[in-house]
T-cell receptor, first 111, second 114 residues
Framework: DAKTTQPTSMDCAEGRAANLPCNHSTISGNEYVYWYRQIHSQGPQYIIHGLKNNETNEMASLIITEDRKSSTLILPHATLRDTAVYYCIVGSSGGYNKLIFGAGTRLAVHP | GAGVSQSPRYKVAKRGQDVALRCDPISGHVSLFWYQQALGQGPEFLTYFQNEAQLDKSGLPSDRFFAERPEGSVSTLKIQRTQQEDSAVYLC????????????FGPGTRLTVT
């Protein structure tokens, strides 16, 4: 599975967009990009996933570059409850989806 | 509806004791995963079940770790002769089918070995 690189930490003001980058330069053609987040003392929570097209759901948007070597998770209007560690994960769609977590980005949303 | 539940939420064990951690996945979910999360790090995969079959146990750190899911629903992770390095949060996740993109995680069991 391809490895990912994320900044260790980021800050965001409440109500502003939070843009979380992820590099995955060794991603292969059949690998998806997944984003999960983990709020303190809870289990990780699925946010969104994509292959090559940009994706949007009720939680966030995922922008994947054309060469698929990097992506950005966008939280359009961050709230204090979005403070969490965000994990960018690359994995295959085939078979069972064993998630390989890195260290993630610690996002702090402040008033 | 009910999510994934785990019990106990906290467990303190003396070094050398055996422990058993329980996971109740979402009803009807075929796939079940166990992960281990050390303090300040991301979760690490331990093992995977499809129904009652353990298809991948490549992440189990030693033969002291054993997992089972005998009826394809509830799963138990057992650690024998616990060591201090076993101190971690143990997370269980389930998904509807093998190829599902989304895994639903429980709150975890925090194990402290003294």
């Amino acid at each position: 599975d391809a490895k990912t690189t994320q900044p260790t930490s980021m800050d965001c003001a409440e109500g502003r967009a939070a843009n979380l980058p992820c590099n995955h330069s060794t991603i292969s053609g059949n690998e998806y990009v997944y984003w999960y987040r983990q709020i303190h003392s809870q289990g990780p929570q699925y946010i969104i996933h994509g292959l090559k097209n940009n994706e949007t759901n009720e939680m966030a948007s995922l922008i994947i570059t054309e060469d698929r070597k990097s992506s950005t998770l966008i939280l359009p209007h961050a709230t204090l409850r979005d403070t969490a560690v965000y994990y960018c994960i690359v994995g295959s769609s085939g078979g069972y989806n064993k998630l390989i977590f890195g260290a993630g980005t610690r996002l702090a949303v402040h008033p | 509806g009910a999510g994934v539940s785990q019990s106990p939420r906290y467990k303190v064990a003396k070094r050398g004791q055996d422990v058993a951690l329980r996971c109740d996945p979402i009803s009807g979910h075929v796939s079940l995963f166990w992960y281990q999360q050390a303090l300040g790090q991301g979760p690490e995969f331990l093992t995977y079940f499809q129904n009652e079959a353990q298809l991948d146990k490549s992440g189990l750190p030693s033969d002291r770790f054993f997992a089972e899911r005998p009826e394809g629903s509830v799963s138990t992770l057992k650690i024998q002769r616990t060591q201090q390095e076993d101190s971690a949060v143990y997370l269980c996740a389930s998904s509807f089918r093998q190829s599902s993109y989304e895994q639903y995680f429980g709150p975890g069991t925090r194990l402290t070995v003294t």
